[in-house]
């Protein structure tokens, strides 16, 4: 089975511009993220919409291609970069522009979702760890993720899933193990392209989340779960911690 890792980046960021060339210890964010992908992956591009980061990922010698600035989601990007690239790979993997310190085993992890033939789409979730505590759970930008005896998702929700009814939300965390979601995707090629040309759900416009359009479209998604406390980055303040993270962690310099 041949897969590819596609990395959609956008320079307009809302809370951000220009985050993927944001520098982190001496290297851009999009040339990080692109070099741990490639210890996973014998094929990456960069799907982006701005010819400086098509500048910036040539300046390190990756792959990068030039997308539409009309796309509502990486997705959408993914399947006209895999088009671009006239990719033949039976699995795409999304791969998270701002995920700086994603682990070529997580990639790994979700790879081997497909060794399945019945997956069509697998994501990752990382079991919550109550240290962090309550208030850490509640954060609507940590969607959590619930899932059958099989692993396939029932639901993601910037909520926090399950409600535990028997006791008050204090000990919630004393009495149930939840999941959040990491946002790794893979798809099989002909599913990909089946999902972009789905019409939006009413349950992804409530909760401005896409994989609720492919849920309520019937499409199963596998999750697998890693332990890798992977980092965001979403806003400044995030890329400080970051670079604060890097300076701490020698296994996160490569």
Not at 127 to 151: H, I, R, Y
Not at 180 to 191: E, F, K, M, S
């Amino acid at each position: 089975m041949k897969f590819v890792g596609i990395i959609p980046a956008r320079y307009a960021s809302t809370r951000f511009p220009g985050k993927p060339l944001a520098m982190i210890g001496g290297m851009t964010m999009i040339e990080r993220v692109y070099r741990r992908a490639s210890q996973a992956l014998d094929e990456v591009v960069v799907a982006t919409d701005d010819k400086r980061i098509i500048d910036a990922v040539a300046a390190f010698g990756g792959t990068a291609v030039m997308t539409s600035a009309a796309h509502r989601s990486g997705t959408d990007r993914c399947l006209e970069a895999y088009d671009i690239v006239a990719s033949d790979a039976d699995v795409v993997i999304n791969i998270q522009g701002d995920e700086p310190f994603i682990a070529p085993e997580q990639i790994a992890t979700l790879m081997h979702c497909f060794d399945d033939t019945a997956v069509e789409i697998a994501t990752l979730a990382r079991p919550f760890d109550p240290a962090l505590g309550f208030e850490a759970l509640f954060d609507s930008n940590k969607p959590k993720v619930v899932m059958d005896t099989a692993m396939n998702a029932l639901y993601f929700s910037r909520s926090i899933i399950p409600y535990v009814r028997n006791h008050p939300w204090q000990q919630w965390l004393e009495h149930q193990q939840f999941y959040t979601h990491i946002g790794l995707y893979g798809y099989r090629a002909d599913t990909l392209r089946r999902i972009v040309a789905l019409p939006q759900s009413p349950l992804e416009l409530a909760e401005s989340l896409e994989q609720l359009r492919w849920l309520q479209a019937g499409i199963k998604i596998r999750v697998a779960l890693s332990g890798h406390q992977s980092v965001g980055i979403d806003t400044p303040a995030d890329l400080e911690a970051a670079i604060a993270l890097l300076k701490e962690c020698d296994d996160l310099k490569a």
